[in-house]
DNA sequence: CCAACCTAGATGATGTGTCAACTATTCCGG
DNA sequence: CCGGAATAGTTGACACATCATCTAGGTTGG
């Protein structure tokens, strides 16, 4: 019994398809649009906002990598990026000395403050002012549901 | 008058965060299985696809782009490697001469066809089977706008 | 104490996306 | 026709993501 496929029906694909398509476009307008007014680009504008999110503006760089859902390997090949240009520091661990922790340096606090105007102002420009609240709360539930899809595959 | 930023509120910030995270880990998942199982990566099989969808399965390198949505570097590019590994060929184009056609190989159909089955099985399991009609008719229809408010802001 | 193992993080290779610059051809006004 | 502008596509440089591997420092059972 050679196992039939299930293709999406007609409903599901348009769907589908306008979610590749939407998500797709979003992501290139919103991150072109935040390299040009910024220089940050989407990974650190979200690197930065993790580090302010802390009191101390710093963290372990394993906590960040699995606050931010990164691979560690990603995590670290972008905050070696991100030294490079001053936007964050790496300092040591003294509890733990394999460790480290990224903090945010001044510079890298100017940036984030400077840029998160426009991108939220792009957010709202692009997505929610054409939205009604029915539609926000349905993509918060569409995204929650499939999100814990996601969790339970493992 | 300096003016004020308008912030997510609260229902909207919800939506935001949900939807990126969905977003992120969803590409993830379906990208690793996909590469996992048939060594595809997601551009590749979105070329194959939009090549088997010509019944002469060859298109202009430029309409494939519009297709797509692409840049024209980027699927240069991506045509490249594409064609090292013998998923795809180049035909020159009688018509005009600076033209190219991209042309799907026998290796391509194969990689596509051997591939699409478990993906769309993915897509299902992690996407479709957790929502609903009105959920998956929700979705299209907030995609759909977005869209149109992408196309809008030009 | 120390050998086997585990964990934090960095690194190198490779594939991918973007931008700017380039080449070759076609088009079009005079 | 012919010279300048537009068009089709490629290329090179660089930022980014992933994978496998490596290093150094911790942890634990004997």
């Given at each position: 019994?050679?196992?039939?496929?299930?293709?999406?029906?007609?409903?599901?694909?348009?769907?589908?398809?306008?979610?590749?398509?939407?998500?797709?476009?979003?992501?290139?307008?919103?991150?072109?649009?935040?390299?040009?007014?910024?220089?940050?680009?989407?990974?650190?504008?979200?690197?930065?906002?993790?580090?302010?999110?802390?009191?101390?503006?710093?963290?372990?760089?394993?906590?960040?990598?699995?606050?931010?859902?990164?691979?560690?390997?990603?995590?670290?090949?972008?905050?070696?990026?991100?030294?490079?240009r001053?936007?964050?520091e790496?300092?040591?661990?003294?509890?733990?000395?394999?460790?480290?922790?990224?903090?945010?340096?001044?510079?890298?606090?100017?940036?984030?403050?400077?840029?998160?105007?426009?991108?939220?102002?792009?957010?709202?420009?692009?997505?929610?002012?054409g939205?009604?609240?029915?539609?926000?709360?349905?993509?918060?539930?569409?995204?929650?549901?499939?999100?814990?899809?996601?969790?339970?595959?493992?």
């Amino acid at each position: 019994m050679v196992p039939v496929t299930r293709w999406l029906d007609e409903r599901e694909q348009r769907a589908w398809r306008s979610y590749l398509a939407m998500q797709a476009q979003l992501q290139a307008r919103l991150h072109r649009r935040l390299q040009a007014d910024s220089g940050l680009s989407y990974a650190d504008f979200d690197v930065l906002v993790a580090l302010t999110d802390r009191e101390d503006d710093r963290v372990r760089v394993l906590e960040l990598a699995e606050a931010l859902q990164w691979e560690k390997s990603r995590l670290s090949h972008h905050l070696s990026r991100m030294q490079k240009r001053g936007l964050v520091e790496r300092q040591e661990c003294a509890d733990d000395a394999r460790g480290a922790f990224v903090a945010l340096t001044r510079e890298g606090r100017r940036a984030i403050e400077d840029a998160a105007p426009a991108h939220v102002e792009a957010v709202r420009e692009l997505m929610f002012d054409g939205l009604d609240a029915g539609q926000v709360d349905a993509l918060a539930g569409i995204a929650e549901t499939v999100l814990g899809r996601i969790r339970a595959a493992g």
